[in-house]
C-alpha cells in the first residue's frame, strides 16, 4: 500500500525555531498490525518506538484513518469517518511519552470488536508515532528574536488491521492498461488494480506479454503490499525493446487459494 506503503516514514516539513533539534525515532515494530478476530473479541498489538539519539526523546501517538489511491494519493482522514475504519475499535496505552536514551519503548494498542454480527470483511484504520521538536532555550524568554526556517519532523505509521474471522473476500479489477513508451523507446505495462470486495489481501502481480504469433516475449512479476477495499495501486512492468506490433498480455493477480484473478488484454507499441 508500505514502512507505510506505501508505507515507510514519511518527512514533514514545518515552520520552526532555526535551532529546534530534530527528534530522532525510530518505530521498530511491524508496519502492518494485521489480526482475525471475532465480533465481541478484544486483542492486543504493541507498537516498539526506539530513540536512537543520547538524548532524552518526546514522542506524540495519534490515530487517523488512512486510504491510498492508484495515482499515488494517501489520505489521512479524521479517525473513525472512513466506512471501514477501525479507529473508535483502538484504545492506545499512552499518546504522549518521554523515551531515554537509546531505549525502546512499547505502546500497546487494545483493539475491541464491536458484538456486531453484521461486520464483514477487514476494517482498519492508522496509527502514527512522531517526533516531537525540542524548541530553543531561549524561546520562552522576553523579547527573544523567533528565527524561522525549515525543520523535518520524522513521522511513521503502523496500519492496524481487523480481519472479521474468514468472512468477506476480495475482488479484483484492472483500469487503465496504458502501454508506455519513453524517449529512449524502452516499452513498459501500466494499469491499476482496485479491491472491489470486502476483504484485504496481498497479492503477487505477474505479466506475460506474446506477440502475434502466440510467442512468449517477456514476463515479468512482483509482490505487492496489502490492498483494502475500496483502495487501488498502480502497477508498472517493464517490457524492454520489444518490436513494434500488435501484443497479448496477459495479467495475473495471485492472492493464493481461490483469490487469483487475471484477464487478457490486446495492446499495441
Keep these: 500500500m508500505k514502512r507505510l506503503p506505501l508505507f515507510a516514514s514519511l518527512v514533514l516539513l514545518a515552520l520552526c525555531p532555526l535551532a529546534a533539534a530534530t527528534a530522532q525515532i525510530a518505530l521498530v515494530s511491524d508496519a ?3 489480526r482475525d478476530a471475532e465480533p465481541g ?11 536512537v539519539s543520547q538524548v532524552p526523546q518526546d514522542v506524540r501517538v495519534y490515530q487517523t484513518d488512512y486510504l491510498f489511491t492508484a495515482d499515488g494519493r494517501t489520505l489521512y482522514g479524521t479517525p473513525g469517518t ?4 477501525n479507529a473508535k475499535w483502538v484504545a492506545l496505552s499512552q499518546s504522549y511519552l518521554t523515551i531515554p536514551p537509546e531505549t525502546t519503548v512499547p505502546v500497546l494498542c487494545t483493539i475491541a470488536v464491536p458484538t456486531d454480527t453484521t461486520l464483514r470483511g477487514t476494517y482498519w484504520s492508522m496509527v502514527m508515532v512522531e517526533g516531537v521538536s525540542i524548541g530553543t532555550p531561549d524561546a520562552g524568554k522576553p523579547n527573544a528574536r523567533v528565527q524561522v526556517g525549515l525543520s523535518v519532523v520524522t513521522r511513521y505509521g503502523t496500519q492496524i488491521a481487523t480481519n472479521i474471522g474468514t468472512t468477506g473476500v476480495s475482488k479484483l479489477a484492472f483500469d487503465s492498461l496504458t502501454a508506455t513508451t519513453d524517449k529512449d523507446g524502452h516499452h513498459g505495462l501500466r494499469f491499476d488494480f482496485i479491491n472491489t470486495g470486502e476483504r484485504a489481501h496481498r497479492f503477487n ?8 504469433a502466440g510467442e512468449l516475449v517477456t514476463k515479468a512479476a512482483q509482490s505487492r503490499g496489502l490492498l483494502y477495499p475500496g483502495t487501488a495501486a498502480r502497477q508498472v512492468f517493464d517490457v524492454g525493446t520489444v518490436p513494434p506490433g500488435a501484443y497479448t498480455a496477459v495479467l495475473v493477480a495471485d492472492g493464493g487459494g481461490d483469490q487469483v484473478f487475471g484477464g487478457q488484454f490486446k495492446i499495441s507499441y
Design 205 to 212: 502481480m505477474s505479466l506475460e506479454l506474446y506477440n502475434a
Design 82 to 85: 472512513t466506512p471501514r475504519s
Design 41 to 51: 473479541q478484544t486483542y492486543q498489538t504493541r507498537l516498539l518506538i526506539r530513540n
Design 32 to 34: 502492518v498490525a494485521e
